[in-house]
């Protein structure tokens, strides 16, 4: 929350809220993810995760249920909320009426395209802040795809997503695997 105001302590105070947007499409959630959530609604009031809800051809997980992962995953964090869109992000981070949308960064190789897409953003909103920020360190080589890949092959990923992801994992990919 920021508190504008002038001469203190008469004069009136203007309370602005801070909401942000998380996007991606978490298929499925990751340790990783869930690092930057917390770390995200620390710094801002509100802050809503936001699943892509383009029909990706690979999806391991619908929407609905990388939405249902989420919900479950966050619902002990008070100030997080999750949601669905399409489109373009910014246009959905103005009908929300956040200030900002929050990204990840893992390592060096993610800030070229995440770069792009926050400058192509400003173009497109330039009232639309981004806010970077690193998930610890434990998670920088932690993504979706290996995550998604390991597991399909047969190989362990506890401790890289959240127990209730793992179970769905195991539910969906062959049991003969793990
Ligand atoms: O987790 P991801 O897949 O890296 O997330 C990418 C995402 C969802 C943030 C990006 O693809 C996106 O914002 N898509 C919405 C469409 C859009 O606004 N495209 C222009 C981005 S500059």
């Known amino acids: 929350m920021v508190a504008i105001g002038r001469g203190a302590p008469y004069a009136a105070v203007v309370v602005q809220t801070v909401k942000a947007i998380y996007p991606g499409s978490f298929d499925p959630l990751t340790n990783g993810h869930l690092d930057l959530i917390a770390r995200g609604a620390k710094i801002v009031d509100h802050l809503v995760v936001a699943i892509l809800r383009n029909a990706q051809k690979h999806a391991l997980f619908t929407v609905a249920e990388r939405e249902e992962m989420l919900a479950e995953a966050t ?70 795809r290996l995550v998604k890949e390991v597991f399909q092959l047969g190989g362990d990923v506890d401790g890289l997503v959240p127990p209730l992801v793992l179970e769905r994992l195991k539910a969906r990919v062959a049991p003969e695997k793990h």
């Open 75 to 144: 619902r002990e964090m008070g100030n997080v909320s999750v949601a669905t869109f399409d489109g373009l992000l910014v246009d959905f981070a103005q009908e929300q009426q956040a200030q900002a949308v929050l990204r990840g960064i893992r390592a060096i190789s993610d800030y070229e395209y995440e770069f792009q897409m926050a400058m192509m953003n400003r173009k497109l909103a330039p009232q639309v802040e981004t806010i970077f920020m690193m998930p610890g360190e434990k998670y920088s080589y932690v993504s979706s």
